[in-house]
């Protein structure tokens, strides 16, 4: 049995799921769908775009004429603020219970033209500070604060404006919950924090770190789905981002820009992916068993234009991958390091 190049399944602590990973399959020739990458260059400003800077969005509200990060209620949300409490539990088989938040949106720069990755460290470390000042915001009134973005149109942006989005419920979203229970569970079961030992362990196996300074580390996790997943995570034990230290917020900044512009550099493309923050959800005092991460989600596969599909036995059965996380690792770590600043255009 050789876990290189056979099947196996990998177990993931996080979810409490297991994820089939066949390494011989990523020899087969595809024939499948095959993607368009982006390559037309975008102006500095779009007079038709909803989210530059002083043009009217699409429900008449005009954008100020921004510079850095700009947030604003989302025209559109998925939650909204004053939503009646209701709750349906007639029977086991048919519940329902109403939801109430809010969504926002955060552009990262009035710069139609770029990226998070494109930006200046220093435009990043802005963006972070908005990510933690929207959060302590919202965390005062509800259950959860979601902070996430989707890149590029493969991801389902329906704009190529860099930004993200906040949504806040007054509940906790299954993913959190689950997180909270395998979490807790694990220091329960072993006595210690289940991702800062991760962190631990892989940080002395140097195998699967694709990148990491002072604070942080990425890694493409042992359990990854997607090809080129990576988990973002700090060194020292931090439930939520708003326990980030000045010099953790800096070094954040730092390795975003990094890792997104290895991303790039894979396929020579604007690499799409989701990826969202997850942390001790606000109202919880017993924050022992949590650790602040960040997940990135990218679809690509084998080039800028072959993704993955989760379909057919994922759907049915379970995850499953090609290629191992030590290979995608390896893919990732093997790029030139581009921390240098980018001119301005």
């Not at 109403?98 to 949106?105: D, F, L, N, P, Q």
């Not at 996790?221 to 997607?226: G, H, I, T």
């Not at 602040?292 to 084998?302: D, E, I, K, T």
Request: glycine share 4%; aromatic share 10%.
């Amino acid at each position: 049995m050789n876990f290189e190049e056979h099947p196996h399944r990998r177990f993931d602590p996080l979810r409490g799921d297991w994820v089939l990973v066949s390494p011989h399959r990523s020899r087969r020739p595809w024939q499948g769908q095959s993607e368009t990458p982006v390559t037309e260059p975008r102006p500095r400003h779009d007079p038709a775009c909803y989210l530059c800077a002083g043009n009217q969005r699409a429900n008449g509200a005009v954008n100020p004429d921004y510079s850095g990060p700009l947030v604003f209620e989302n025209d559109f949300p998925a939650l909204l603020k004053d939503t009646a409490p209701a709750e349906d539990a007639r029977s086991p088989l048919f519940r329902s219970q109403s939801a109430c938040g809010t969504s926002r949106v955060i552009c990262f720069s009035e710069r139609h033209d770029q990226t998070l990755p494109a930006l200046p460290v220093q435009e990043i470390r802005k963006v972070v500070d908005v990510w933690i000042r929207e959060y302590e915001d919202l965390a005062r009134t509800y259950a959860w604060v979601a902070i996430f973005e989707n890149k590029g149109a493969m991801m389902g942006s329906s704009n190529p404006h860099p930004h993200g989005q906040i949504w806040a419920s007054d509940f906790i979203p299954s993913e959190v919950a689950r997180e909270d229970r395998t979490q807790r569970a694990f220091l329960t079961e072993a006595g210690t924090n289940m991702l800062v030992t991760y962190g631990q362990e892989e940080c002395a196996q140097q195998i699967r770190i694709v990148l990491e300074n002072r604070d942080w580390i990425a890694v493409v996790p042992y359990w990854a789905v997607w090809p080129f997943e990576t988990l973002l995570l700090p060194r020292r034990h931090c439930p939520r981002l708003s326990d980030l230290d000045t010099g953790e917020r800096d070094t954040l900044a730092d390795i975003l820009k990094r890792l997104c512009k290895r991303y790039d550099a894979l396929f020579d493309t604007e690499f799409p992916y989701s990826m969202g923050w997850h942390g001790a959800p606000p109202a919880q005092d017993d924050t022992a068993h949590w650790q602040l991460h960040a997940h990135f989600y990218p679809p690509l596969l084998r080039s800028a234009t072959v993704r993955k599909f989760l379909v057919g036995y994922e759907l049915l059965a379970e995850p499953q991958r090609d290629l191992t996380a030590e290979q995608a690792a390896a893919r990732i770590r093997a790029l030139p390091d581009q921390n240098a600043e980018d001119s301005e255009a």
